[in-house]
């Protein structure tokens, strides 16, 4: 008998600080459920650089194995099970240089799922979308926006005060993110080989393409090919950001309540697994809580219940909550589900409408994080710190220290135009080291307290 495998799916990790955008230091581990799910699905398991792949055993038709010419049973089968894995950490430094939301040390987790309905430039993010811009709300350094009109997502590089009506277009409060501020992406160029995987530019445009496959190009005209050249749009892109945080608990969850009260009816609702109104509306659990004296906390006991994603409802307050009692204490950033009932036209689907493997490639992209930049100077001979390329970063010059007037990236990809002048204008020193990623302290700036990345200048 021979057993043929092929990819069911795979998810690709990316993060903006790294030069070829290819995050290594992140794992993805199935639960001890989804192993035992894995063995009756025929799945395997296998990591390949930053991209996890899982496969699946198919038969002749290109369909899972338990289907036959007459009669397809994998999605009947299968359909409301929920492939679940935790995404870890190998690397502390990865919370220097990763823009996170904060995560509250046990109380919270990133979740990603293909529910996320996050399409965009026909890249299936499992990431929720990044929040649209809101004129009335406060920004700090740090916080992602995104232009409705648009989809280009804004990094806040100042805190935003709202009663001045900033736009995401002024570039002294917010910075552009995406594929198109990367300078490693240059404009095509006819004759020569791409590989997999490779961005380039369309000429006279700002239109970002990928290379579906390696190819040599003879004319411009070489990007019309969908079969080699995947569009990306003008390289907008989607980030982990505020909307993937979720409340997590091993046991017991503590509900808050905007009010003290002295009955509590409490529902526990689980998904329903529609594909026409998906919703967690099915209820598992139901009581009604009396106490002696008004509280504004309802402990609820979670333990009984299979890991997973939960809704629950406290009077008329609803929350959100991951339960899981592995969760603490070994090092996980976040957890993410599969979920298998999807149908073919939702693009985020493992099979066709007649239950072919489509193959599905999911990402989650990470943004760096962006931190003032500063030089302790070895004594008053070195004057100032100029940018002499297109960044054009600037300096102030307070006590012995040069700080940089805003948050600079953190990347593997160092920034070579920095130049030290020295109050003897024959002298100067280009380019500057980039600050390193293990030494953050906290510096005082246009009322914010920001990460800063220092170095000392032994010159």
């Known amino acids: 008998m021979t057993l043929n495998y092929t990819v069911l799916f795979n998810i690709e990790l990316l993060h903006e600080y790294f030069f070829d955008r290819k995050c290594n230091v992140l794992s993805i581990i199935p639960s001890q459920d989804c192993k035992t799910l894995a063995t009756s699905m025929r799945l395997l398991f296998r990591s390949i650089n ?3 792949i899982t496969f699946i055993q198919q038969n002749e038709s290109g369909e899972p194995f338990l289907n036959t010419d007459k009669i397809k049973m ?29 995560l509250a040390a046990a109380n919270s987790k990133l979740y990603f799922s293909n529910l996320s309905e996050n399409l965009q430039n026909q890249i299936l993010y499992l990431s929720a979308p990044v929040a649209a811009y809101d004129a009335t709300k406060t920004y700090m350094p740090g916080d992602l926006a ?16 709202p009663a001045k009506k900033t736009k995401l277009t002024d570039n002294t409060i917010w910075a552009l993110k995406g594929l198109s501020t990367f300078d490693s992406i240059e404009n095509y160029a006819p004759g020569k080989t791409y590989m997999t995987g490779e961005f380039v530019r369309q000429s006279n445009s700002d239109n970002i393409f990928e290379a579906a496959k390696r190819n040599t190009g003879k004319t411009a005209k070489d990007l019309s090919d969908a079969s080699v050249w995947i569009p990306r749009g003008k390289g907008q892109l989607q980030y982990a950001a505020g909307n993937d945080v979720i409340s997590c608990s091993n046991g017991a969850y503590f509900f808050q309540l905007p009010a003290a ?18 919703a967690f509306d099915v209820v598992i659990k139901k009581e009604t809580r009396k106490f ?22 406290v009077n008329d307050e609803t929350s959100t909550v991951y339960y899981d009692p592995t969760l603490d204490g070994n090092g996980i950033l976040g957890i993410i589900e599969i979920y298998n ?9 493992l099979l066709d409408d007649n239950e072919k493997i489509k193959h599905a490639k999911y990402s989650l992209v990470f943004p760096n994080r962006r931190v003032l930049w500063k030089y302790v100077r070895k004594d008053g001979r070195a004057k100032s710190i100029t940018d002499t390329g297109e960044t054009g ?10 700080v940089s007037a805003t948050p600079i990236p953190l990347s593997e990809d160092a920034l070579k135009t920095l130049k030290l002048e020295f109050s003897s204008k024959d002298f100067s020193i ?30």
Do not use: W
Request: some cysteine; aromatic content about 14%; proline content about 5%.
């Open 50 to 52: 930053n991209t996890f």
């Open 74 to 102: 994998f999605r009947s089968s299968y359909g409301n099970k929920v492939l679940r894995f935790y995404l870890k950490v190998n690397d502390p430094a990865f919370f220097n240089y990763t823009n996170l939301p904060t």
């Open 146 to 161: 995104m232009d409705a009109a648009t989809g280009n997502i804004y990094e806040a590089v100042r805190k935003n005060n």
């Open 261 to 278: 009260v002295k009955k509590a009816d409490v529902s526990i609702l689980a998904f329903n697994f529609d594909t026409k109104k998906p």
């Open 292 to 313: 002696d004296s008004a509280v504004t906390q309802v402990s609820i006991d979670l333990s009984t219940l299979d890991p997973g994603k939960y809704v629950i409802k």
């Open 341 to 349: 009932h999807l149908l073919a036209k939702d693009e985020f689907s």
């Open 393 to 402: 970063y600037s300096f102030t010059l307070d006590g012995e220290e040069f």
């Open 430 to 459: 280009s380019p500057l080291p980039n600050p390193s990623v293990l030494r953050l302290s906290r510096h005082t700036q246009d009322d914010f307290d920001y990460l800063c990345s220092e170095t000392y200048l032994n010159y």
